[in-house]
Nanobody
């Protein structure tokens, strides 16, 4: 199994930046991809960004392209999400995901962007 713990959420004004982190532990050698998803109140969980754990190729949702950057530190088994130019519509609980291909999820971290 893989355990995931997110950190770095908080309250920020529109236009500001935050960096989320996700520390992975357990059978991390089985991870194929890691990613970020988010869920706003009353909405379904949606994909934000994904990175191939070995090769580093990335994918982004159209809504965050050019503003968010996903990266990883394999030595530290840590995933990051640098979020710039934040908008109120980015407000959500952000979840870390690891696919082995079984899906593992963290408990989430709240990001609130005020207008």
């Amino acid at each position: 199994q893989v355990q995931l713990v997110e950190s770095g959420g908080g309250l920020v004004q529109a236009g500001g930046s935050l960096r989320l982190s996700c520390a992975a532990s357990g059978r991390t050698f089985t991870i194929v991809t890691m990613g970020w998803f988010r869920q706003a109140p009353g909405k379904e969980r949606e994909f934000v960004a994904r990175i191939n754990w070995s090769g580093g190729s990335t994918q982004y949702a159209d809504s965050v392209k050019g503003r968010f950057t996903i990266s990883r530190d394999n030595a530290k088994n840590t995933l990051y999400l640098q979020m710039n130019s934040l908008k109120p519509e980015d407000t959500a609980v952000y979840y870390c995901n690891a696919r082995t291909p079984t899906d593992y999820w963290g408990r989430g971290t709240q990001v609130t962007v005020s207008s």
